[in-house]
């Protein structure tokens, strides 16, 4: 019989295992502590399960994260993993700490099939998916390690789980579109909110989305956590040549899909992010044109509770972009503040190891096709889509 990953499961998939066993729902969700609380993989220390039981285990099943290629530390305390997902595919995943919490970083796909010609996962193209081993494989593995390096009481010595926990907070934001892999996402978000795993709130963990529409609604119904949604243009037309699935789910329709997710979701805002690129998307006429789109003044897209984001463009040969100057991206967010839309700008973390959430593993694979696809497609200049009618 062939192993069963255990960080495939949720405690629903873990208590049907179980069942097949011969084992109870309370068995699972013991085992189920031991893995993620405790970050246990030898079923011989489990020492509150039943010998037979441990036993049965160690023929059936496995506890493994996906291989680890390499590690790097920043001065700034930022650590990146690169793991081996099979077929010479690795994903990346960041840890950020700062002052009141520790975000991780959870890469969903090795490549991406939406093609954002400014995202260095985009251009490695459309990759086999990571299950969710892999992807819960990513937290299961961060937070045993940071507790190693950080030299963390282990949890049954902490007060309590949450005070022990080095990762707070989760995003969904490294490479791939999680929600082009959602049969792999749906039970690794359940994880990451069970209490009897990591007990994170659905306000600590957040999915990013370039806008698949239909799985935007699917998410609200099944398992609403935070949303930012990469808006990174203010018409239809520039926001096509940026995020190529635009075409399928324009503005109004996302816009839309967001003011149902509000419905359900942990907060009463929907994050947008924007990736700041010179002369493309940065100018104080487009920042009126988002302030115009939020609260509903532009075509059919509705007015829209939500925080803006901007992102420094993380350069990379093969794209051809530019980062906006400080400048720029100062003069864009106070446009945006002073319409009374809540700005932020991302801080870049980890420039020392090219650690920046968002444009992971871009040195893995070979950009041989990408620079193809780019001098096939190259992106518009601003001048074509500076104006409101640009729809
Ligand atoms: N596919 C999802 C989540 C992964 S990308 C999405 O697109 O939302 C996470 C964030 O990083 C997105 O907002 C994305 O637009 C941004 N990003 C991608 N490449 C980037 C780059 N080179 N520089 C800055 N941000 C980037
Ligand atoms: Fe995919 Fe997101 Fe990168 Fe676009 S930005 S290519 S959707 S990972």
């Not at 960080?7 to 109870?24: I, S, V």
């Not at 926001?239 to 009463?268: G, H, W």
Request: hydrophobic share 40%; aromatic share 6%.
């Amino acid at each position: 019989m062939s192993e069963v990953n255990l960080l495939d499961f949720d405690l629903d998939g873990l208590a049907a295992f179980c069942d097949g066993l011969g084992e109870k729902r309370f068995r699972a969700q013991q085992l189920f502590r031991w893995v993620h609380q405790r970050g246990e993989s030898d079923f011989s220390r489990m020492s509150d399960l039943a010998r037979p039981l441990r036993e049965k285990l160690a023929g059936a099943a496995t506890v493994k994260a996906p291989r680890l290629l390499s590690e790097q530390a920043s001065a700034d305390g930022t650590v990146k993993w690169l793991f081996d997902v099979g077929g010479g595919d690795a994903v990346e995943t960041v840890f950020i700490p700062e002052d009141d919490r520790g975000t991780l970083c959870i890469s969903s796909q090795a490549g991406c099939a939406v093609g954002c010609p400014f995202c260095s996962t985009g251009n490695q193209g459309s990759r086999p998916k990571p299950s969710t081993t892999e992807t819960l494989g990513q937290l299961w593995f961060a937070e045993a390690r940071l507790r190693e390096r950080m030299s963390v009481l282990p949890v049954e010595a902490a007060q309590s789980v949450q005070g022990a926990r080095v990762i707070s907070n989760v995003v969904m934001m490294g490479m791939g579109e999680p929600l082009q892999n959602y049969s792999a996402l749906l039970p690794a978000l359940r994880v990451m909110l069970d209490d009897h795993a990591y007990g994170l709130s659905r306000r600590r963990v957040t999915v990013s989305t370039s806008g698949v529409v239909p799985m935007i609604d699917r998410l609200r119904d099944d398992c609403p956590v935070a949303l930012a949604v990469s808006l990174h243009a203010p018409n239809d037309a520039l926001r096509s040549d940026l995020v190529p699935l635009n075409r399928k789910y324009p503005l109004a329709e996302l816009l839309q899909a967001c003011t149902r997710y509000l419905d359900t979701a942990p907060r009463d805002f929907i994050t947008l992010e924007y990736c700041m690129l010179q002369e493309v998307n940065d100018t104080p006429e487009l920042a009126l044109q988002l302030v115009r789109l939020v609260r509903g003044l532009e075509g059919d897209s509705p007015a829209l509770r939500c925080k803006l984001n901007l992102i420094p463009f993380n350069t990379f040969p093969a794209s051809g972009l530019l980062r906006s100057t400080s400048q720029r991206v100062n003069e864009f967010a106070h446009v945006l503040r002073e319409a009374g839309v809540v700005t932020t700008v991302r801080k870049t973390r980890g420039d020392d190891i090219a650690a920046a959430c968002g444009q992971l593993a871009g040195e893995v694979r070979d950009r041989t096709q990408v620079q193809q696809r780019m001098r096939r497609e190259p992106i518009r200049i601003l001048a074509a889509h500076s104006g409101s009618d640009a729809r």
